[in-house]
């Protein structure tokens, strides 16, 4: 993004505050909407958002980039209000933890060729604008999907967008993400939600729980709402990474009720190899 | 503890390390064995400990407390070994994450008087004298289980010693103290192993993980050898903790394949709500 670009973040809350307030830093002049008027007037106040957008949108003509960050489930319908006034943008894209119906909306819209799906792989449990910051994005592999007529120079700012706010951008499928990221992201949230049902029911408290546990549960804060509209628009994928990790848990059942400690040290064996290989990324 | 405690540490991992390394930060004159003699020559060399015991314990007859931090397989053999040595000492402890076996042998070694289990709810994935340092315990819960003969002194000075590394002590019924922890360290170290294998087996590397699969993984690259021993120490418990998390994964896999958004959100709104209830010890 240059200072000249004039960028349009459609939803503040955690990951679209956090590119406002990263664009703003650098000067770009950015426009903003948000559903909750009181995160929009904050944004405004806090001089992160130049120009606030009324619901029609129709602000979104004078913009080059627009990003879309609303919840999953939110995306296509606010793609259809957007269409008719995004004559002048290079690039739409959005943020969403799914790619394949974010471009299949664009596509059925006639944005192909001005629309990229991107997905950084960044925040954490906490959402809205109080949530966001500068330089969450940073080192963050964000991935970014085209669609069959995406055009060159959409693809080429959506690159530029994204390192400008210090993320590693993975140019890639859309069936791929939404298989790949069912494994490691969505599939995860599931189990450190299905990890605190177990204790909740089991009537333990946090008070207790070590440092490892606390790792595993810290997803489980996320927003309720967010994670439902991910899952259900992958919820195929997700099953099949559900299935895969049942595969692995009867492994360790099986050890476990035979008192195999071979097969434990196996098993523990594995996955340590798997986490030090991975460690570039994983261990930080 | 006092300046005119001696105090032995035997086993100078990362539990055992730590704890040589705060006490002798305070003034407490520390004796020290470990079966590595490069890590025990290196704990001599950097002044944590004083004393170097040999590997027959006998210099365990000159300390007042009696600290073992070994693997939990490995604790009712070194408690042997150490046993006829044990006379001067008010209190004998041990660090492991199950507490029933360790209560057993201590019991049966006629200990049962001094022993008091510890269990420190501190450290990470990573272990060894490389990976000890000073303030490991800071805040950490750290579960007390006394057996039935257990003097009033020996509890009162765990205590001392535990909140004098920072920690806070829990005194729990040995039982009631594995069954707990079954669920909230014990499944879930295997649940992030089997995520690892999850991950491994559908060719999945690292990169790309985002900040909540990471939060997931760290605990699988924890160490096989320490973990094998734990599991399969509570095997019986473990196993009824796994039971417990594959009911709530079974009710997300209905919930999916049903396509029921409602349900999903009931799922993860249940799950938010034990995790800001709990928020005081998880969301550090």
Redesign the interface.
Known sequence: MSERDTVAVVGLGLIGGSIARDLAARGVRVAGFDADTAALDAAYADGIIADRLERSLAGLAGATTVILAVPVSATPEVLQAAAKHLGNATLVTDVGSTKRSALAAAISLGLGRSFVGSHP?????RSGWSASRTGLFSG??T?LCATPSTRAEALVRARELWMSLGARP?VIDADAHDE?VA???H????????????????K??????????????????????M???I??DN?DE??S??A??????E???Q???Q?D?RS??G??????A???????????
């Open positions: 792989m960044a925040g954490d449990h963050a592999p991935y993975v790949r494994f490691t992201s599939m995860p949230h599931a189990l450190s939600a299905a990890l605190a049902l177990a204790l909740s029911r089991a333990i408290g946090g008070d207790g729980v070590g440092p490892g546990g606390r790792d595993m549960l810290r997803i489980a804060g996320s927003s309720p709402d994670w439902t509209a899952l259900a919820a997700i099953l990474a559900v895969a990790l049942r595969v692995e848990l492994r360790f059942e050890a476990l009720s008192h400690a434990l040290h098993l523990f064996s594995e996955a340590q798997w986490t030090l290989k991975a460690h570039v990324d994983i261990r930080t």
